[in-house]
T-cell receptor, first 114, second 114 residues
Framework: AQSVTQLGSHVSVSEGALVLLRCNYS??????LFWYVQYPNQGLQLLLK??????LVKGINGFEAEFKKSETSFHLTKPSAHMSDAAEYFC????????????FGQGTTLQVKP | DAGVIQSPRHEVTEMGQEVTLRCKPI?????LFWYRQTMMRGLELLIY????????DSGMPEDRFSAKMPNASFSTLKIQPSEPRDSAVYFC????????????FGDGTRLSIL
């Protein structure tokens, strides 16, 4: 069965510092992986996705994530945090079957301090 | 292109009343998902449809909750009777029925049961 674990429910960084949000997955089949961002009072927006084309995936707003099969990880990074990056971030893995179902992690709230 | 459209955006009603949430998925998407988000429980998948057929409703909390998808362009989530603990943000999402495709989320309905 597929599952996702996001390490750290809250992460705090200073503006300009590196952002690292951790995600580990479990999947019985080659996974498709996604990162979503949720700003206050909004729905989830797709940041980036891994669909086996390249292990380093670039997304919107300067974010990227690297798929590491040996570590079953898909951590999200951004070299320099902006105040506008403060939001909740969700990692997700595709469910079994071909219905588009995703298994979401519990989310990580990113706080950016001035 | 129009995204996933949910209505109403906000709903405030009294305990015991019937509540109906509506969703219009993106045209051409075969799968539709209903989620509930609360501070305590995070993001929960309630039910999902594939080609208008309910595939998995194991996340529906009680018999008071029901969902329908009468056609490819419309779905409803109904709560009858409503209770204060149903207060949450309810999201609808749609996707093509392929596991390498992301889900697209609506802006959600913020439901408050007094």
């Amino acid at each position: 069965a597929q599952s996702v674990t996001q390490l750290g429910s809250h992460v705090s960084v200073s503006e300009g510092a590196l952002v690292l949000l951790r995600c580990n997955y479990s999947s019985s089949v080659p996974p498709y992986l996604f990162w979503y961002v949720q700003y206050p009072n909004q729905g989830l927006q797709l940041l980036l996705k891994y669909t086996s084309a390249a292990t380093l995936v670039k997304g919107i707003n300067g974010f990227e994530a690297e798929f590491k099969k040996s570590e079953t990880s898909f951590h999200l990074t951004k070299p320099s945090a902006h105040m506008s990056d403060a939001a909740e971030y969700f990692c997700a893995v595709s469910g079994s079957g071909n219905t588009g179902k995703l298994i979401f992690g519990q989310g990580t709230t990113l706080q950016v301090k001035p | 292109d129009a995204g996933v459209i949910q209505s109403p955006r906000h709903e405030v009603t009294e305990m015991g009343q019937e509540v109906t949430l509506r969703c219009k998925p993106i045209s051409g998407h075969n799968s539709l998902f209903w989620y509930r988000q609360t501070m305590m429980r995070g993001l929960e998948l309630l039910i999902y449809f594939n080609n208008n057929v309910p595939i998995d409703d194991s996340g529906m909390p009680e018999d008071r909750f029901s969902a329908k998808m009468p056609n490819a362009s419309f779905s409803t989530l109904k709560i009858q009777p409503s209770e204060p603990r149903d207060s949450a943000v309810y999201f609808c999402a749609s996707s093509p029925e392929y596991s390498n495709q992301p889900q697209h989320f609506g802006d959600g309905t913020r439901l408050s049961i007094l």
